[in-house]
């Protein structure tokens, strides 16, 4: 399956502390994206990386990507309750082809 | 700016029975559309795409089908649906373009009895 996988499956922390989630996948890609889902809510997306790039911030997010042990992390820094949610990879393969999402991460922030 | 509507939020319905769920957007034209089916606890299972008016492409072969008579309208339908089709769908769409970033609708959560 070229379906990524995060890990790990569920994650609880306490407030302020760091969370990160990693992802694998298979295949080559184009660009790896990361989403967050409320519970019973649509997905929101959070950050893209292309396959050319290796860091990427956005706040309290940082986002790396190693195309060499096809693997990505996804580090909230200083966590909140707020954050608590699932967390998706997906992962575009070529120019035309959908996002393949994986099966989540579960963070819990506790206050 | 941009605004995805999914309706209905929440639907019971018999097996057996036919279902269309529908998915509207606004303030972009020729979006690229999904539908995606979210079991319980579990990822996302992409159904159906389309790149235009009346182009659909199938991932998963099943008792649904989907269909695009407007430019930015989806519909998810069935003839006849199994408990299976339980589930949370969620609508979607993209720009075209290389970076498919994707914008997701609040979701229906269908239960099958």
């Given amino acids: 399956s070229q379906q990524g996988e995060e890990d790990p499956q569920a994650l609880s922390i306490q407030e302020g502390e760091n969370a990160t989630m990693n992802c694998s996948y298979k295949t080559s890609i184009?660009?790896?994206?990361?989403?967050?889902?409320?519970s019973g809510r649509g997905l929101v997306?959070?950050?893209?990386?292309?396959?050319?790039e290796r860091e990427k911030h956005s706040g309290r997010l940082r986002v790396t990507l190693d195309t060499s042990k096809k693997s990505s992390s996804l580090l909230i820094t200083a966590s909140r309750a707020a954050?608590?949610?699932?967390?998706?990879c997906a992962t575009v393969f070529s120019g035309n082809t959908p996002l393949?999402?994986?099966k989540g991460t579960r963070?819990?922030?506790?206050? | 700016s941009q605004t995805i509507h999914q309706?209905?939020?929440?639907?019971?319905?018999?097996v057996g029975s036919p279902l269309s769920?529908?998915?509207?957007?606004?303030?972009?034209s020729?979006?690229?559309?999904?539908?995606?089916r979210q079991a319980a606890g579990r990822g996302l299972q992409l159904l159906f795409y389309s790149v235009g008016i009346g182009q659909i492409s199938s991932e998963v072969p099943q008792n649904l089908s989907a269909s695009r008579p407007q430019d930015r309208q989806f519909i998810l339908s069935s003839k006849k649906l199994l408990l299976s089709d339980s589930g949370f769908y969620l609508c979607a769409w993209s720009t075209t373009g290389a970076t498919y970033e994707q914008y997701f609708g609040p979701g229906t959560r269908l239960t099958v009895t």
């Fill in chain 1, 45 to 52: 997306h959070l950050i893209l990386i292309r396959s050319n």
């Fill in chain 1, 83 to 88: 954050d608590t949610a699932s967390y998706f």
């Fill in chain 2, 7 to 14: 309706w209905p939020a929440t639907l019971v319905q018999p």
């Fill in chain 2, 21 to 28: 769920l529908e998915c509207t957007v606004e303030g972009t």
């Fill in chain 2, 30 to 36: 020729n979006p690229n559309l999904y539908w995606y």
């Fill in chain 1, 107 to 111: 963070l819990s922030v506790i206050a």
């Fill in chain 1, 30 to 38: 184009n660009n790896l994206q990361w989403y967050r889902q409320n």
């Fill in chain 1, 100 to 102: 393949v999402f994986g």
